[in-house]
């Protein structure tokens, strides 16, 4: 959510910022629209003002045996309690239309994003690690994955497409991949476990972003309920309506939960395979961060994704998105994608922004600096995946396939396995 006092200050610093994801200008509407609610809002607090004062005139006149006066002010005041249900309604309506205008509009990219439309302006910043070298051809794992146990046919049956169904040592790996980075980010990395509902009302959804705009990218229950396409709604709300001392700052949480996703919009994407499912397992990371620290915190939480990337050897990139590429709650993006040898290509893994302070204007959530008493600033959120634990087993697989069609197991997971060191083949 946007602050209307920054875009009447700032109007054309405003659009600019949004011309870069492609917006056209809409400062003129939204400040129209504030102008009207502004100028309503003082008729109806003069007209309460002057109700107030021609009440207390009504007494005074019929005790100066004024009949007259007092009639006259009576026929006032009727006329002012008429008026002001009309006052407030208009004034209701014009306010909806301005939040809801408010409330379509993506964040403002920070000054260092790159312009651009898509996945193509994406700027490479780092990388690590070098793909493996292989003596055969490596394939996808929606290849090798079957005879290990990665069952797509039972899935469609009962599910339909962009559904799996993982049996035996293939299932054992995905726990211990969820395992294994829940660990991480809470011994090593510092964040807080969470074990969050999965269902969320309307106004958890609208807090993060996801609501009005993107509904179609989600799956409703029939009592209104929404299905988490992510730990980020359930873990950022938890501070939602809340002022905070400046001291509890940053909360760093994470947690391991199903994600639902409807993929509206990936029609022939990634229609074979674990990338892109309706359901799949996610290490969510989110800090509430004091302001001054979001860029500092950020940098943090990248640094606790690529750990993941590292303990398992799996080679990555990391990309600045652009403007045009990121979700519309962020106003900084980093991807981390990871080498998939069987695509012969990087592909995204996490993703890790930080959103200002445009999360927490939604959730109305603050916190109150230090010493002082009444005023309050609202924090910053950031949220990241640490990691998305189907994309990071496709990784495994593809990665660590061998020659005979059996995939070894990473020393960062035989902890985690029960003795079993490899997929074999059925």
């Not at 109806?44 to 006259?72: M, P, T």
């Not at 809801?100 to 651009?116: E, H, Q, S």
């Not at 799949?280 to 800090?287: A, I, M, R």
């Amino acid at each position: 959510m946007h602050d209307i006092k920054y875009i009447r200050e700032n109007a054309e610093v405003f659009d600019a910022a949004l011309a870069k994801r492609g917006v056209e200008p809409v400062s003129r509407n939204l400040l129209t629209l504030d102008e009207q609610g502004r100028a309503l809002k003082t008729e109806l607090q003069n007209g309460q003002a002057r109700r107030n004062e021609a009440s207390k005139a009504i007494g005074k006149a019929k005790g100066q045996g004024d009949e007259e006066a007092a009639q006259a002010l009576m026929a006032e005041v009727a006329v002012l309690k008429n008026k002001m249900p009309e006052l407030e309604e208009q004034e209701r309506v014009i306010s909806g239309k301005l939040l809801n205008a408010l409330a379509i509009l993506p964040n403002l990219p920070a000054d260092d994003v790159p312009v651009g439309v898509d996945e193509e302006d994406n700027v490479e910043t780092g990388n690590w690690g070098e793909p493996r070298r292989f003596a055969f051809d490596p394939k996808e794992h929606s290849e090798i994955g079957p005879a290990l146990g990665l069952d797509f046919e039972t899935a469609a049956e009962m599910s339909g497409a962009r559904f799996a169904f993982l049996r035996g040592p293939m299932a054992k790996l995905q726990r211990a991949l969820g395992q294994f980075m829940l660990d991480q980010q809470t011994t090593v990395n510092g964040y807080q476990e969470c074990a969050p509902p999965l269902l969320v009302r309307d106004e958890a959804v609208f807090g993060v972003g996801q609501l009005p705009k993107f509904a179609e990218d989600m799956f409703q229950t029939t009592d209104g309920r929404w299905l988490i396409p992510t730990a980020e709604v359930s873990l950022t709300n938890s501070v939602r309506d809340q002022i905070l001392a400046e001291a509890q700052l940053p909360i760093r949480l994470t947690a391991l939960t199903p994600c639902f996703r409807s993929e509206a919009g990936s029609a022939g994407r990634d229609t074979k395979g674990l990338i892109r499912q309706h359901q799949f397992e996610k290490v969510e990371l989110v800090t509430i961060a004091h302001p001054d620290k979001s860029a500092e915190e950020h940098e943090r939480m990248i640094g606790a994704a690529e750990s993941i990337l590292r303990a398992l050897e799996l080679p990555y990139r990391k990309m600045l998105l652009c403007a045009g590429d990121m979700g519309a709650a962020a106003r900084k993006t980093f991807d981390l994608e990871v080498w998939l040898p069987g695509q012969n290509a990087y592909r995204e893994i996490s993703s890790i922004s930080n959103c200002g302070d445009f999360q927490a204007r939604r959730m109305n959530a603050r916190f109150r600096p230090e010493g002082e008493e009444k005023g309050t600033r609202y924090f910053h959120t950031l949220n990241g995946s640490g990691l998305a634990v189907g994309r990071t087993l496709v990784a495994v697989l593809e990665n660590y396939q061998q020659a005979d069609g059996s995939v070894a197991i990473p020393s960062a997971l035989l902890p985690y396995m029960g003795g079993i060191e490899k997929l074999e083949p059925a």
